[in-house]
C-alpha cells in the first residue's frame, strides 16, 4: 500500500501565501506523476497541478503564474507553493500519485481557506 501525508493547509487572508506538502511512502514501484486537486464545497474536484517523473508541469488556468508545484524524488514529497491566494481557492486540497502508470492514491485532503 501507499501512504500520502499532506500538510500545509490553513487560513490565510487574500493575497497572502501557503505550501503545501505532500510525502508518499509504502509499496511506491515507480511514481508517473504526483499532484494537487482541489475540491471546494458544491463543487466537482479539479486538478490543481501536476508534475511528471520527468519534471513536466502543468497547471490549472487558474492557478497559473500563482501556484509552483515543485518536486523532491529523493523524498517522494511533492510541495505546491501558492501565492497570492484568493478567495475563490478556497477548498480541501488533496495530493495525488501515479505509481507504474495504473494505480492512483489519494491522501486524506488538507483545508484551505483564504479570507477576503
Known amino acids: 500500500q501507499v501512504q500520502l501525508v499532506e500538510s500545509g493547509g490553513g487560513l490565510v487572508q487574500a493575497g497572502g501565501s501557503l505550501r503545501l506538502s505532500c510525502a508518499a511512502s509504502?509499496?511506491?514501484?515507480?511514481?508517473?506523476?504526483m499532484g494537487w486537486y482541489r475540491q471546494a464545497p458544491g463543487k466537482q474536484r479539479e486538478l490543481v497541478a501536476r508534475?511528471?517523473?520527468?519534471?513536466?508541469?502543468n497547471y490549472a488556468d487558474s492557478v497559473k503564474g500563482r501556484f509552483t508545484i515543485s518536486r523532491d524524488n529523493a523524498k517522494n514529497t511533492v510541495y505546491l507553493q501558492m501565492n497570492s491566494l484568493k478567495p475563490e481557492d478556497t477548498a480541501v486540497y488533496y495530493c495525488?500519485?501515479?505509481?507504474?502508470?495504473?494505480?492512483?492514491?489519494w491522501g486524506q485532503g488538507t483545508q484551505v481557506t483564504v479570507s477576503s
Open positions: 495525488h500519485l501515479v505509481d507504474r502508470g495504473a494505480f492512483d492514491y
Open positions: 509504502g509499496s511506491i514501484f515507480s511514481i508517473n506523476a
Open positions: 508534475i511528471t517523473s520527468g519534471s513536466r508541469t
